[in-house]
């Protein structure tokens, strides 16, 4: 592991058969198969789980906090996701649900949901300004941030400088118990209910900020189980304060929703997808798009590669919640005193995040970069992945950097073999003059001197 980055997407060797199917979906071809085993390169992930989703035999993992880490705190927060709901049938109302997490040991409930509802006003007004960069685009997805800053630095410009749901919701918080409680904050643990390893990541490694107002990170998947077990046991004593403008959230376009946009804004969702029209921004084909709400799982949160429940099943699932619980949001804080105050604006200014370069030296750079494109034209460029790296220009990168040899395309080395066996065939058909006569294969049993 490298020590510049934590990354809570890791690799379980164990499990790992070198089959190739992760470095296809990498969106920053942070993955090679090398010795049968796959390996990730550090300074390229961005913890977005596709190679989790992907991987047939689960040999990617997402490290991340449990109930057990309770114990550290004398006070702790339960923050689910808008996703959570989604994830149990529609027979189960969410006051149990929310009464199954104070059940297993939390002493309070905040839900992601209602800070949803705080951040969607803050981009209201905040795009009232005036000189804004077009679109802006939504700082909600850590995956999408930090794609961002590894494959598109030049539009780091148009992130969005606000905080996410997840922070603003451990923030209120926190800054409620301080109030009702008497509890200094070092006594408050917040842990976020995640649907997705990249908000691990997010919390462990913040982006534009020193440290995360969140304590701790536990995935659906890991605490699902408890919760099912829990809920025959508790009342409807946790009334739900999410609104459905809130809850819409964990679909693709909620956001945009919530914000209220009547023109001008634009969602998509799905990696790939993303990067196609981040790449339409970065050419400057976007510029009519106002605001730009982007998601790397398929379908929005609800596709995380840490929930459970079906995308399509559970999108039903938020859609039905969000229409019963169309109440008006109503703030329990001054809203305009907080903006004014920036508590909704980031603590520092993303900057790019450097990912593998040929050299230092930008004259040796220069170089290999020549050698890079020789060298790639020299490959069939049929990105099949047989090599162990996603495509071959990923294979030339590899190979003028000195991690890959040119053998490893499979095809190159079919041409090697055949060009040896070609020159044995004819050294075995030659002998040297010491050796006097050799036969020409006359019928006539005349022999010839070499």
């Given at each position: 592991?490298d020590?510049?980055y934590f990354h809570?997407v890791?690799l379980?060797?164990?499990?790992?058969?070198?089959c190739t199917?992760?470095?296809?979906?990498?969106?920053?071809e942070?993955?090679?198969?090398?010795?049968?085993q796959?390996?990730i390169?550090?300074?390229?992930c961005i913890d977005?789980?596709?190679?989790?989703?992907q991987?047939?035999?689960?040999?990617?993992?997402a490290v991340?906090?449990?109930l057990d880490?309770l114990?550290k705190?004398k006070?702790?927060v339960?923050?689910?996701?808008?996703t959570?709901m989604?994830?149990?049938?529609?027979?189960?109302p969410?006051?149990k649900i929310?009464?199954?997490l104070?059940y297993l040991?939390?002493d309070?409930?905040?839900e992601?949901a209602q800070a949803?509802?705080y951040?969607s006003?803050?981009?209201?007004e905040y795009?009232k300004?005036?000189?804004?960069?077009?679109?802006?685009i939504?700082?909600?997805c850590p995956?999408?941030v930090?794609l961002?800053?590894?494959?598109f630095?030049?539009?780091?410009?148009?992130i969005?400088?606000?905080e996410t749901?997840?922070?603003?919701?451990?923030?209120?918080?926190?800054?409620?118990?301080?109030?009702?409680?008497?509890?200094?904050?070092?006594d408050?643990?917040?842990?976020?209910?995640t649907?997705?390893?990249?908000k691990?990541?997010?919390?462990?490694e913040?982006?534009?900020?020193?440290?995360s107002n969140?304590?701790g990170?536990?995935?659906?998947?890991d605490?699902?189980?408890?919760i099912l077990?829990?809920?025959?046991h508790?009342?409807?004593?946790s009334?739900?304060q999410?609104?459905?403008a809130g809850?819409g959230?964990?679909r693709?376009g909620?956001?945009?929703?919530?914000?209220?946009?009547e023109?001008g804004y634009l969602?998509?969702?799905?990696?790939q997808?993303?990067i196609?029209v981040?790449e339409?921004?970065?050419?400057g084909?976007?510029?009519?798009?106002?605001?730009?709400?982007?998601?790397?799982c398929?379908?929005?949160?609800i596709?995380?590669?840490?929930?459970?429940e079906?995308?399509?099943i559970?999108r039903?699932?938020?859609?039905?919640?969000?229409?019963k619980?169309?109440?008006?949001f109503?703030?329990?804080?001054?809203?305009d005193?907080?903006?004014e105050e920036?508590f909704?604006?980031g603590?520092?200014?993303i900057?790019p995040?450097?990912i593998?370069?040929l050299d230092?030296?930008?004259?040796?750079?220069?170089k290999?970069m020549a050698?890079l494109e020789t060298?790639?034209?020299?490959?069939?460029?049929?990105?099949?992945?047989s090599?162990?790296?996603?495509?071959?220009?990923?294979l030339a990168e590899d190979i003028v950097?000195?991690l890959?040899?040119?053998t490893d395309?499979?095809?190159?080395?079919r041409e090697?073999v055949?060009?040896?066996a070609?020159?044995?065939?004819?050294?075995s058909?030659k002998v040297?003059?010491?050796?006097?006569?050799?036969?020409?294969g006359?019928?006539g049993?005349?022999?010839e001197?070499?």
């Amino acid at each position: 592991m490298d020590e510049r980055y934590f990354h809570s997407v890791r690799l379980e060797e164990d499990k790992c058969k070198g089959c190739t199917v992760c470095i296809k979906g990498c969106p920053t071809e942070a993955i090679r198969v090398r010795d049968g085993q796959a390996n990730i390169i550090e300074e390229r992930c961005i913890d977005c789980g596709e190679c989790i989703r992907q991987c047939p035999n689960h040999a990617k993992i997402a490290v991340a906090d449990s109930l057990d880490d309770l114990k550290k705190y004398k006070y702790n927060v339960a923050l689910p996701a808008p996703t959570f709901m989604g994830q149990f049938r529609p027979d189960v109302p969410p006051e149990k649900i929310l009464g199954a997490l104070i059940y297993l040991g939390f002493d309070e409930v905040f839900e992601v949901a209602q800070a949803a509802d705080y951040v969607s006003a803050a981009i209201r007004e905040y795009l009232k300004k005036e000189n804004l960069p077009k679109p802006l685009i939504s700082s909600a997805c850590p995956a999408v941030v930090r794609l961002i800053q590894v494959r598109f630095p030049d539009l780091i410009p148009h992130i969005i400088p606000l905080e996410t749901p997840m922070e603003i919701g451990a923030k209120l918080a926190k800054a409620k118990i301080e109030k009702d409680k008497g509890l200094p904050k070092e006594d408050i643990g917040v842990f976020f209910i995640t649907p997705c390893p990249a908000k691990v990541t997010a919390v462990k490694e913040p982006v534009a900020m020193q440290e995360s107002n969140v304590d701790g990170v536990i995935p659906i998947d890991d605490i699902y189980g408890e919760i099912l077990k829990a809920i025959p046991h508790v009342g409807k004593e946790s009334e739900s304060q999410a609104t459905g403008a809130g809850l819409g959230w964990a679909r693709a376009g909620g956001e945009n929703t919530a914000v209220g946009l009547e023109e001008g804004y634009l969602s998509v969702d799905g990696i790939q997808n993303v990067i196609n029209v981040l790449e339409e921004v970065e050419m400057g084909k976007l510029d009519d798009v106002v605001y730009l709400e982007c998601l790397s799982c398929p379908g929005g949160c609800i596709a995380g590669p840490l929930t459970v429940e079906n995308k399509f099943i559970s999108r039903v699932r938020i859609g039905k919640l969000a229409d019963k619980q169309k109440k008006p949001f109503e703030p329990e804080d001054d809203l305009d005193q907080l903006i004014e105050e920036g508590f909704f604006s980031g603590q520092e200014k993303i900057t790019p995040r450097p990912i593998m370069q040929l050299d230092s030296d930008i004259s040796k750079a220069i170089k290999l970069m020549a050698e890079l494109e020789t060298t790639l034209e020299d490959l069939p460029g049929i990105d099949c992945g047989s090599c162990g790296a996603p495509t071959c220009r990923a294979l030339a990168e590899d190979i003028v950097k000195g991690l890959a040899l040119e053998t490893d395309c499979v095809i190159k080395l079919r041409e090697k073999v055949h060009e040896l066996a070609k020159e044995m065939l004819d050294l075995s058909e030659k002998v040297p003059h010491a050796m006097g006569k050799k036969s020409n294969g006359n019928r006539g049993g005349k022999d010839e001197v070499e």
